[in-house]
């Protein structure tokens, strides 16, 4: 069974551009869920989906948004990007409510 | 606000010596507790978790010990290797949600 997905696995961007990140669960799996990881601040929950539907959001600014699609793939966007948005961002699948959660390895953001 | 507090930051342990991580919790809504392991370049790997009703849980030379009236708890790693080496996060959740509470990690270093 293949695992969560994450693509690209590096981006580099410029101050100012946007990106979008993509995450594919687990075969199977309805829910997603997106996490930043940075040295200073370490794992931080950003927003969970689940059957298309956000379903609760961390304290992140609304340059932050996701999305999740009919096959429970999801994306995740981030605008106007500052260089503190650099960060290894993580999407973790789940098969439903209150189950486990398994990472991806994640995308490496690096604005410059 | 942290919601969860892991200590040591860091450890050293000898090759078949006893690693001990610690992390303690405010909300007593939260109902499970997973400890995550984390390799350079990799995303977390679930390792092993546990739900209020149980005061420990093993799973070959992983055990997790929880404390529910000192809302603490716990990961013993046995016989530690060399190829434990890695970082160690503890988290949290609520029954009624996804998002996962992580402490700030544990960089583990297994001597041989």
């Known amino acids: 069974k293949a695992g969560v997905t994450q693509t690209p696995r590096y981006l580099i961007k410029t101050r100012g551009q946007q990106v979008t990140l993509s995450c594919s669960p687990i075969?199977?799996?309805?829910?997603v869920s997106w996490y930043q990881q940075t040295p200073g601040q370490g794992l931080q929950f950003l927003f969970e989906?689940?059957?298309?539907?956000?379903?609760n959001k961390g304290n992140f600014p609304g340059r932050f948004s996701g999305r999740q699609f009919s096959n429970s793939r999801s994306e995740m966007n981030v605008s106007t990007l500052e260089l503190g948005d650099s960060a290894l961002y993580l999407c973790?699948?789940?098969?439903?409510?209150?189950?486990?959660?398994?990472f991806g390895q994640g995308t490496r953001l690096t604005v410059v | 606000q942290q919601q969860v507090k892991q200590s040591p930051q860091s450890l050293i342990v000898q090759k078949g010596g006893i690693s001990i991580i610690n992390c303690a919790y405010e909300?007593?809504?939260?109902?499970?507790f997973p400890w995550y392991q984390q390799f350079p370049g990799k995303g977390p790997a679930l390792l092993i978790a546990?739900?209020?009703?149980?005061s420990e849980k093993k799973e070959g030379r992983f055990t997790i010990s929880f404390n529910k009236s000192a809302k603490q708890f716990s990961l013993h790693i046995m016989d530690s290797q060399p190829g434990d080496s890695a970082t160690y996060f503890c988290?949290?959740?609520?029954?009624?949600?996804?998002?996962?509470?992580f402490g700030k990690g544990t960089s583990l270093l297994v001597t041989p």
């Open positions: 973790a699948s789940s098969l439903t409510m209150n189950t486990e959660a398994f």
């Open positions: 075969s199977g799996h309805r829910s």
């Open positions: 989906y689940f059957s298309e539907t956000q379903r």
């Open positions: 909300n007593t809504a939260f109902d499970y």
């Open positions: 546990i739900r209020p009703d149980v």
């Open positions: 988290a949290a959740r609520l029954n009624s949600g996804y998002a996962l509470n």
